[in-house]
């Protein structure tokens, strides 16, 4: 809860999904699953995606009209673009788990242009 008050101290304004590891003032504040507009595009979010077989085609289904959708849990990295949707995951900062290296996202929208960098951070 901390550290969701310290990114919305700075702002801009902050959305977020919670997690399976979460404590639970979170998991009442925040929605398991969340859709959000920024300029012109909607981006799903979701913390755990499900399994990986039918994963691509399960995110796009529960989020039929976003031109991304961000997703977490399994720590590995992902920037691709499937039929013309995004599909994304941070990898994570803090515990880099089975992932290559900790990472985060930053993404730059424009109108409906959508341009994901994802952003090693070495110790």
């Known amino acids: 809860m901390a550290v969701l008050d310290e990114l919305r101290a700075i702002g801009p304004p902050v959305q977020a999904v919670y997690g399976n590891a979460d404590e639970a003032a979170l998991r009442e504040l925040l929605p398991k699953e969340l859709v959000v507009e920024v300029e012109d595009v909607r981006i799903g979010m979701v913390h755990i995606p499900g399994p990986a077989a ?38 994570s900062p803090t515990e880099r788990r089975r992932g290559p290296f900790h990472s985060f996202l930053r993404l730059s929208i424009a109108g409906r242009r959508i341009r994901p960098r994802l952003v090693e951070i070495r110790p």
Do not use: M, Q
């Open 54 to 91: 039918g994963r691509e085609e399960r995110l796009r289904r529960r989020f039929p009209d976003c031109a991304a959708i961000v997703f977490g849990h399994t720590h590995l990295p992902l920037v691709e673009r499937a039929d013309g949707v995004w599909l994304l995951n941070p990898g």
